[in-house]
């Protein structure tokens, strides 16, 4: 069946502008997580979704970043006016459900990059 | 808090040769591990778990690790690597307790050389 898939693949933007980032988790998926893999660095955990719901937001770097979930399916990670650092390729993953026992699927990621 | 260290940014190896990815990590509670690996282009998969039981486990793919608590270490280790198994591999860490979201380390590039 089909994965998690994620647009676009690549994603270049002049900074100050603001850009949506997609994720479609697979069916059935109840809970969605967003990560940031930086240069070097490992993956930083961004925010999950429970449903449509956002339990833990607590790794959203700043104010300029937001997450939504409709219908418990489809999620969209928005970034307000971009800056340079970040840059990043930005991972979605989801699960059946919330706990260890759910293996989290990934996406291919998103490529940003703010020039 | 939970942190995990992975020693190795770049590991080398001839093809066939054995190989030892070193992964470390801190917490004061108990548990549970993670290896993923990152295919060229595409996204991360899981390659094997520890959770409880058995501290040696292995995945389908010839690759195993084993948990060792008094080193809190979890070594991913193989016999006889294939050009294939070059990628970026990734350690995590989670709490039982926690929220299960796991915490990465920053990964080792393993390169596969014929």
């Known amino acids: 069946g089909a994965g998690v898939s994620q647009s676009p693949s690549n994603k270049v933007t002049e900074k100050g502008k603001d850009v949506e980032l997609r994720c479609d988790p697979i069916?059935?998926?109840?809970?969605l997580y967003w990560y940031r893999q930086s240069l070097g660095q490992g993956l930083e955990f961004l925010i999950y979704?429970?449903?449509?719901?956002?339990?833990?937001k607590s790794g959203l770097p700043s104010d300029r970043f937001s997450a939504e979930r409709t219908g418990g399916s489809v999620s969209t990670l928005t970034i307000q006016r971009t800056q340079q650092e970040d840059s990043a390729v930005y991972l979605c993953a989801s699960s059946l459900g919330q706990g260890v026992s759910y293996e989290q699927y990934f996406g291919p990621g998103t490529r940003l990059t703010v020039t | 808090a939970q942190s995990v260290t992975q020693l190795d940014s770049q590991v080398p190896v001839f093809e066939e040769a054995p190989v030892e990815l070193r992964c470390n990590y801190s917490s004061s509670v108990s548990v549970y591990l993670f290896w993923y690996v990152q295919y060229p282009n595409q996204g991360l998969q899981l390659l094997l778990k520890?959770?409880?039981?058995?501290?040696l486990v292995e995945s389908i793919n010839g690759f195993e690790a084993e948990f060792n608590k008094s080193q809190t270490s979890f070594h991913l280790r193989k016999p006889s690597v294939h050009i294939s198994d070059t990628a970026e591999y990734f350690c995590?860490?989670?709490?039982?307790?926690?929220?299960?979201?796991?915490?990465f380390g920053r990964g080792t590039s393993l390169i596969v050389h014929p």
């Open positions: 520890y959770l409880s039981g058995s501290t």
């Open positions: 979704f429970q449903g449509n719901s956002a339990p833990d």
């Open positions: 995590a860490v989670s709490n039982p307790g926690g929220s299960y979201i796991p915490t």
């Open positions: 069916s059935g998926h109840t809970a």
